[in-house]
């Protein structure tokens, strides 16, 4: 763009010279107080007065991926929200699940929504798998300040991948630290508090090529056995009509379970393990 055309049409010179498809590139120069990782940083560490999302878990099955996360949040000894999501479609093919400090990690996952977006518009096609795990790792990069005065986001992010190859699995699964390290997991993953409870739990009931029936049971189960050993992990809650949020990416794309498939699920769960307990 010539120089003299800048600033036509009442928009700022960096509103029609920027030429590149990240938008978080782009609001680092046009508004750059609107990305997370660019605001003050308190001076002691905050972690326990911010509510944080605790428990999320994926796995991967025949057709793709599943992703579930518990709806508590807490905040230090005491319970936030009942009813947070923590689990969120990235893009149509993608979803991430968010621990961490609440309320960042959630503005993260809506600048990660539209950065991906943004690229799609300006390159006119979708970032690979691989390319989306890499720009949320350098969102999380960012956000690295913060993360060591407590207000740490560690997202786990899964997808169906449109360019694997025959014979692979198409569902994928990445993990990440604070510092924006990115590793791709094998079969199944958790992050959060209850994520110890939750790994004994998947490491137990998931293998290669299960169904997606199967695989939404262990979503959920791996889900309870968290909530069993974690307080800050919440089981199913029948009263207030509360269940783990879980999203399905396979080859139609991102899709939500309605609470009646996972309260089905939840409530065959908790019947076996009254019964094994010999409460049934």
Request: proline fraction near 6%; avoid cysteine; aromatic fraction near 8%.
């Amino acid at each position: 763009m010539i120089e003299s055309s800048a600033g036509r049409s009442g928009f700022p010179p960096a509103y029609l010279d920027r030429v590149g498809s990240s938008f978080t590139d782009f609001l680092a120069v046009t508004a750059p107080d609107l990305l997370p990782g660019r605001r003050p940083i308190p001076q002691l560490p905050v972690g326990d007065l911010t509510p944080h999302g605790t428990t999320i878990v994926a796995v991967t099955y025949e057709g793709g991926v599943l992703m579930g996360g518990d709806r508590r949040a807490t905040m230090g000894n005491l319970i936030s929200s009942r009813d947070i999501e923590k689990v969120y479609p990235a893009d149509a093919w993608s979803v991430i699940g968010i621990a961490g400090a609440a309320g960042i990690a959630i503005e993260m996952v809506k600048l990660y929504q539209v950065e991906l977006e943004h690229y799609e518009k300006i390159e006119g096609l979708t970032l690979s798998l691989d390319g989306k795990a890499n720009r949320l790792a350098q969102m999380i990069r960012g956000n690295l300040g913060a993360a060591l005065q407590g207000l740490a986001v560690v997202p786990l992010f899964a997808g169906f991948d449109l360019d694997a190859a025959p014979g692979t699995t198409p569902g994928r699964i990445f993990s990440y630290d604070v510092t924006g390290g990115n590793y791709e997991e094998r079969g199944y993953s958790a992050v959060g508090s209850g994520s110890l409870f939750a790994r004994n739990s998947l490491k137990k009931t998931w293998r290669p090529g299960l169904s997606g029936e199967t695989a939404t049971r262990t979503i959920v189960e791996a889900l309870y056995d968290a909530a069993d050993d974690d307080s800050a992990t919440g089981g199913p809650d029948p009263v207030r009509r509360l269940y783990p949020i879980v999203y399905r990416v396979d080859a139609e794309g991102a899709v939500r379970l309605t609470d009646d498939e996972v309260s089905s699920v939840a409530a065959t769960i908790v019947d076996e393990r009254s019964a094994a307990d010999g409460q049934g």
